[in-house]
């Protein structure tokens, strides 16, 4: 059993004491490779380490390995895409093998992580969507130009009462490239009323600021998004840009 679950949260951490548990009473190794809990602030450097250290423990395996992500497909998805292709997934469970779809949902995953946005698009066609596919269906089409496309994902997420937080951050990007930046302030604040950690929405006011003609604030995001995730890609990239004197909606 291999658990990606973080145990600087205390909630899986006693989901790590469970699932030491399991594996004793059903006489299975075990072992821990933490990324984040916290998907809007991701520890990207460290959760890309402990990915790839899992994905080597899984490929060492004399057996079927249970990799445990309490449902997380983005932690799951992760690790399996450092796995060679040519290595079948088959022997990878998680938590929910009983949920249709459950194995689509995570190649649709790695096809985004990989960057491949049309593939994402073309496999979830085959998939009753959740709100999770919705919001990468929306990144996708955000990715490729296709900001009306990517609106309508982002609504079907929200309306679905799934990820609103990650639906409503998607939709203020996609006013900032429309050059809505009322709407877009709106839909970052409202992210920030119920996370005031959340790393895309506090970059998204950065941009806001920005485009604003309010600099000093915008930098002032920016650091506290870096001073949360010193790796943030993000934050990083549009304080550079700033000092070019120009930022894009959002830099990947």
Excluded at 18 to 25: G, L, S
Excluded at 164 to 171: D, S, T
Excluded at 220 to 249: C, K, Q, T
């Amino acid at each position: 059993m291999i658990s990606l679950l973080d145990t600087s949260n205390s909630g899986e951490s006693s989901l790590i004491e469970k699932e030491k548990v399991t594996a004793k009473d059903n006489g299975m190794k075990f072992s821990v490779y933490p990324m984040s809990a916290d998907r809007s602030c991701p520890r990207v450097e460290s959760d890309a380490h402990e990915a790839r250290l899992a994905s080597r423990s899984a490929q060492q395996a004399s057996g079927p390995v249970y990799l445990h992500a309490d449902r997380d497909v983005q932690r799951t998805a992760q690790t399996q895409q450092y796995i060679p292709e040519k290595t079948s997934t088959s022997q990878f469970i998680t938590k929910d093998t009983v949920v249709k779809d459950r194995g689509k949902i995570t190649e649709i995953q790695i096809a985004y992580n990989r960057q491949q946005y049309k593939r994402v698009l073309l496999l979830s066609k085959n998939v009753k969507p959740n709100g999770w596919v919705y919001i990468l269906r929306g990144w996708s089409h955000y990715h490729l130009g296709q900001i009306k496309e990517a609106q309508k994902d982002f609504f079907q997420a929200y309306s679905l009462s799934e990820h609103k937080e990650e639906a409503n951050n998607g939709l203020g990007y996609c006013s900032l490239r429309e050059d809505n930046t009322d709407d877009a302030e709106m839909r970052f604040q409202d992210s920030l009323k119920d996370n005031p950690h959340d790393c895309e929405a506090l970059t998204g006011m950065g941009l806001v600021r920005y485009h604003q003609g309010r600099r000093a604030e915008a930098i002032h995001y920016f650091r506290e998004v870096l001073a949360m995730n010193p790796h943030d890609y993000d934050a990083w990239a549009a304080l550079r840009m700033i000092g070019a004197g120009r930022v894009a909606s959002r830099t990947r």
